[in-house]
């Protein structure tokens, strides 16, 4: 019996609490294109929910966008199961 340790990500803002627990995921990160991606997700994510909720609406829509983009990324993926020892990641789209 083979077991799968597998890291399911709910949503954009899922993404960004588990990211924000330990930033050294995306600080430490040898390719520079993912750590920027990541680090923007969470900035877009912050934005949307700690600023001025006058622009909720685009703060959600850039966060989801770039939300939508990373989960398709396989630099991404292979980071996050290398940091997190995982085997697989699963992304939720709602």
């Given at each position: ?9 709910e949503?954009?803002v899922g ?17 520079e294109?993912v ?16 600023g ?13 966008r ?14 996050l ?11 939720v789209?709602?």
């Amino acid at each position: 019996m083979e077991i799968v340790k597998v890291m399911r990500v709910e949503s954009a803002v899922g993404l960004y609490r588990i990211l924000d627990r330990d930033r050294s995921v995306f600080e430490s990160c040898d390719d520079e294109v993912v750590a920027s991606r990541l680090g923007l997700l969470c900035d877009y994510a912050a934005e949307y929910l700690y600023g001025c909720k006058c622009d909720e609406d685009s703060n959600w829509a850039r966060m989801d966008r770039e939300y939508r983009e990373l989960i398709g990324d396989d630099a991404v993926h292979n980071r996050l199961k290398e940091f997190y020892g995982c085997d697989r990641v699963d992304f939720v789209l709602l």
